[in-house]
């Protein structure tokens, strides 16, 4: 099934253009920015401020949750007041589980936003098996409780984001599709079915999920689903509960990037756990790394497609030493510019030398290999890291690992019997390379590229490999100069995430001269994998970006519970500030921590309710508690 134009050249999709307020979403019209308030809805003034921070940051769209009728009754202040001080932003209402609160709001803002999982279904179904006719009876009853919406849109001009939550699939959903991206896709066209048949279009979908591979596997499906119905409304691109910090950015970047890389997206929202004013430059430099991308080089068309883009699957691999075969992804690091190299230099990537011990601490995000160039190595290196030189300095000294360009390669000198790492872009596969490469079992390649398309153009190299039958592991090599620590994350975060996410590289290598330190380059690398779900080597948070329904300090606490556990590797912790979206958002967290009333906090081990009610302050201490009697503490260093 398709879903974008071109996997070779970058063609945005092309939408019907829907209208917001003063703004038009689709079409050739520019990628929007949004965010959503943290107040309380009640709270006019503070809403109002927050509003026109995030507005004099870029915000383009400013959702506001409204829970309850008066939340939604209120947003006529609120809009009356942006009025008056002269903001024409369009307002979105967030709505999950009031329909009347809906109604309201449809004829006040400009936007209402409508969760299929929470809106009109019930929870907690006795039946857990459907007939046909069954489930035919669920779906009227929810025409019957969505139509009156609908034709409150139609009347009022009001638009409609049909956004499904991978944590709020329905109990009906899920007992059909289980928790899938097939699930999320059919739960938005439901709703969008009806909207249909009552010849209402002014739409926009979302497919939101924490998990990237869902997330971006479930907007391809949307897609494909709507090209096959003869529909195409715009898309709202985000990765919730993202995070905070390096994590949030690396995380969003690596689930939009991959999608904004396809052509998809007409308005996106980086989610973090800070101020949303913070939001909008980060959504911002992600956009302008695209910036100029259908520009590119033009690259030969794919027309035997191998890659499976609605579901994951791992290309399969020669294993060569750690690298490829069941081995996950390797970091490989770049020191080839160093003026010099001593042991101090290895502290950034992870290695820790003790004098007193004569010892290496080795970490948990500990680089597996570095390429030192012509460097000489004259000093013991920890065991496990790998050391690549130069073809020429290899050849003197035969230690480490030989790094050749194709020619070199292709020659009849003296390779490594181990491991012969191969630098190859795409115009260097002439057949005679890949009948080499077929047949030998140490090659391993680094691809790089220098196409403004290098997404696209890389995963042609990757179709070529997999069209000829060759199993040769490959690192994923792109270079950056002269970037923000910010926006390195970001674009790497893009260019890596779009091609690790469809199964493809074995390891990554970060060249980034003038972008940072060497350790926060080593951090983003292991971000990277751990983000795309390829390599867990940290504890990873799935935490909300609050908003008005949030019942603690989310940033406060967030980054509490973070400093008490962030040593757990492979423990993912989900904090959410309120019940909506939190247990199921945190479907696949090992531990949940939930706002379930003003100062009080419920314990979740997967999706088990194991302690209500907990007093906030106490609440930390009983997570960590919760932890450990299930055997997945330990201490700190």
Same mark, same amino acid.
């Given at each position: ?12 999709l ?5 209208q917001v ?9 520019p !990628?929007?920015?949004q965010?959503?308030?943290?107040t ?13 921070r ?18 939604a009754e209120?947003l006529?202040?609120?809009?009356d007041?942006l ?12 709505i999950h ?6 109604e309201? /709001?449809?004829r !006040?803002v400009?936007?209402?936003r ?11 179904f006795?039946e857990i098996?459907?007939t046909?006719? +069954?489930?035919?009876?669920e ?7 969505? *139509?009156?919406l609908?034709?409150i849109?139609?009347?009022?001009g009001t ?21 899938t991206?097939k699930?999320?896709v059919e739960?938005?066209?439901e709703?969008?079915r ?12 979302s497919m939101?999920a ?5 997330? %971006?596997?479930?907007?391809?499906l ?14 709202h ?14 995380k969003? /970047?690596?689930?939009?990037g991959t ?5 998809l997206?007409?308005?996106?929202? %980086?989610?973090l756990?800070?101020a949303p004013e913070?939001?909008?430059?980060v959504?911002q430099?992600?956009?302008s ?14 027309n035997k497609?191998p ?6 699957q791992?290309?399969e691999t020669? *294993?060569?030493?750690?690298i ?13 510019? =160093?003026?010099?190299i001593?042991? @101090?230099? &290895?502290?950034a990537?992870?290695?820790?030398y003790?004098v007193?011990?004569?010892?290496w601490h ?7 290999y570095v &390429? ?10 920890p ?7 130069n073809y020429?300095? $290899?050849? /003197?000294?035969?230690k480490?690992y ?8 292709l ?7 181990k491991m012969?790492?191969?630098y190859?872009?795409? +115009? ?5 390379f890949?009948?080499k490469? =077929?047949?030998d079992?140490t090659a ?18 990757f179709v070529?490999l ?18 923000s ?9 893009a ?9 493809l590289?074995?390891?990554i290598?970060?060249a980034?001269?003038n972008?940072?330190s ?7 690398? &292991?971000?990277?994998?751990?983000? +795309?779900?390829?390599?867990?080597s940290? *504890? ?5 970006? +609050?908003?008005?329904?949030?019942? &603690?300090d ?9 400093k ?15 019940? %909506?979206?939190?247990?199921?958002e945190?479907a696949? @967290? ?11 906090i *419920? ?7 194991v ?6 302050d106490? /609440? ?12 997945? $503490?330990?201490?700190?260093n």
């Amino acid at each position: 099934m398709p879903y974008c134009k071109s996997l070779s050249n970058y063609n945005r999709l092309k939408t019907r253009i829907v209208q917001v307020g003063n703004l038009k979403i689709g079409g050739d019209n520019p !990628i929007h920015v949004q965010s959503m308030t943290t107040t309380d809805t009640m709270d006019t003034e503070a809403t109002v401020a927050e509003s026109i921070r995030m507005i004099e940051a870029g915000c383009k769209l400013v959702r506001i949750t409204a829970p309850s009728k008066k939340e939604a009754e209120n947003l006529q202040n609120i809009k009356d007041q942006l009025r008056a001080r002269g903001y024409e932003t369009p307002i979105v209402a967030d709505i999950h589980y009031t329909p009347n609160a809906a109604e309201i /709001a449809a004829r !006040i803002v400009e936007k209402v936003r409508v969760n299929p999982g929470n809106y009109a279904d019930k929870k907690n179904f006795e039946e857990i098996e459907y007939t046909d006719e +069954s489930y035919q009876q669920e779906l009227d009853r929810i025409r019957q409780k969505f *139509t009156p919406l609908v034709h409150i849109c139609k009347e009022y001009g009001t638009a409609m984001r049909i956004g499904t939550n991978h944590g709020s699939l329905s109990d009906r959903i899920l007992s059909r599709y289980g928790d899938t991206p097939k699930g999320m896709v059919e739960s938005a066209m439901e709703f969008l079915r009806i909207c249909r048949d009552e010849d209402y279009h002014n739409i926009i979908l979302s497919m939101k999920a924490s998990n990237t591979r869902v997330m %971006v596997q479930a907007y391809r499906l949307l897609v494909a689903e709507m090209i096959k119905e003869g529909m195409d409304y715009p898309l709202h691109l985000g990765v919730t509960e993202a995070g905070e910090g390096e994590d949030g950015r690396i995380k969003s /970047a690596v689930g939009i990037g991959t999608l904004l890389a396809d052509g998809l997206g007409d308005t996106i929202r %980086v989610s973090l756990t800070e101020a949303p004013e913070f939001e909008m430059p980060v959504a911002q430099q992600l956009l302008s790394h695209f910036d100029g991308v259908e520009e590119h080089d033009p690259i030969e068309e794919i027309n035997k497609n191998p890659l499976h883009s609605f579901d994951y699957q791992k290309r399969e691999t020669n *294993t060569v030493l750690n690298i490829g075969g069941k081995n996950v992804p390797v970091v490989k690091a770049d020191f080839c510019l =160093k003026k010099k190299i001593t042991p @101090a230099s &290895f502290f950034a990537l992870g290695y820790n030398y003790s004098v007193p011990l004569d010892k290496w601490h080795i970490s948990d995000m500990a680089a597996d290999y570095v &390429f030192v160039g012509d460097h000489d190595i004259d000093f013991e290196v920890p065991g496990t890291l790998g050391i690549i030189y130069n073809y020429k300095k $290899w050849k /003197a000294h035969k230690k480490g690992y030989p790094f050749l360009d194709a020619k070199q390669y292709l020659s009849d000198e003296e390779k490594s019997d181990k491991m012969n790492m191969i630098y190859a872009c795409l +115009s260097d596969l002439s057949r005679e390379f890949l009948d080499k490469l =077929k047949e030998d079992k140490t090659a391993v390649l680094l691809i790089d590229t220098y196409n403004k398309n290098g997404i696209a153009e890389q995963r042609k190299l990757f179709v070529e490999l997999l069209n000829n039958g060759i199993k040769t592991p490959v690192i994923i090599g792109r270079a950056y100069g002269d970037l923000s620590e910010e926006q390195l994350q970001l674009s790497a975060s893009a260019d890596f995430g779009a091609l690790l996410l469809d199964g493809l590289g074995d390891g990554i290598f970060i060249a980034a001269a003038n972008c940072g330190s060497d350790q926060m380059i080593n951090s983003l690398g &292991f971000g990277i994998l751990q983000a +795309s779900r390829t390599r867990i080597s940290k *504890t990873e948070y799935i935490s909300c970006p +609050s908003c008005g329904r949030t019942l &603690f300090d989310l940033q406060e606490t967030t980054a509490k519970i973070r400093k008490e556990t962030d040593h757990l590797k492979g423990v993912k912790i989900g904090i959410m500030g309120c019940i %909506v979206n939190g247990p199921g958002e945190m479907a696949d @967290a090992n531990y949940g921590y939930v706002g379930t009333g003003k100062g009080k906090i *419920t314990l979740y081990k997967e999706q088990t309710v194991v302690e209500k009610n907990i007093p906030e302050d106490k /609440a930390v201490t009983a997570l960590i508690d919760l932890i450990k009697q299930h055997g997945d $503490w330990v201490e700190k260093n």
